[in-house]
């Protein structure tokens, strides 16, 4: 935020009630910074014996976005960036105990494979950050030779994603995750 990546991506949203004098340009949820002193005096935020607390946990908050698709054609015809391509997508689910939030690590390789890719081909990922365990056990299915070999059905790990290549300009952990 500081460095005003997300400028060109936030609308100016009147403030209801300020009879438009104010006008919300910026995130005010985005965390900053939270110092590991705070961090460790938090309590658990589900199970009394937990490590997830709210610091590892993803704000809840009332944001709002869109995605405007159209093929290339119509968006050269309507003057607009034809930069960004979806070249795939996989949808999975797990049961939520004992494996909740694992998701990712059984969709990465499905749709890396249907499109003949891997890790080392991304330039960055952009992964959902429910709580920093969720992640990090992703991470570490990913690079599980074992976990390929038990869950997935492949011989070896699929990879590791380098940690400047994972969400470069913040996750949900930092942004926040719009449930509202």
Do not use: W, Y
Not at 110 to 123: G, I, P, Y
């Amino acid at each position: 935020q500081q460095a005003g990546r997300f400028d060109d991506e936030i609308a100016p949203v009147p403030v209801p009630g300020s009879g438009g004098k104010a006008v919300c340009t910026k995130d005010d949820l985005i965390r900053k910074s939270m110092p590991a002193d705070k961090m460790q005096k938090l309590g658990p935020a589900f199970r009394p014996s937990g490590s997830i607390t709210a610091a590892t946990s993803s704000a809840l908050t009332d944001g709002a976005s869109a995605v405007l698709l159209m093929s290339e054609r119509k968006a050269r015809e309507l003057g607009f960036p034809t930069d960004v391509s979806i070249v795939g997508f996989e949808t999975t689910a797990v049961d939520p105990f004992p494996q909740l939030l694992l998701a990712p690590a059984l969709a990465v390789p499905k749709v890396l494979d249907s499109l003949n890719l891997t890790l080392e081909d991304m330039d960055i990922v952009e992964m959902h950050e429910a709580f920093a365990a969720q992640v990090l056990s992703t991470l570490k299915c990913l690079e599980s030779d074992e976990f390929s070999k038990q869950v997935l059905g492949r011989p070896r790990a699929v990879g590791s994603i380098p940690a400047e290549k994972l969400n470069p300009n913040g996750g949900s952990l930092a942004i926040g995750h719009p449930f509202a």
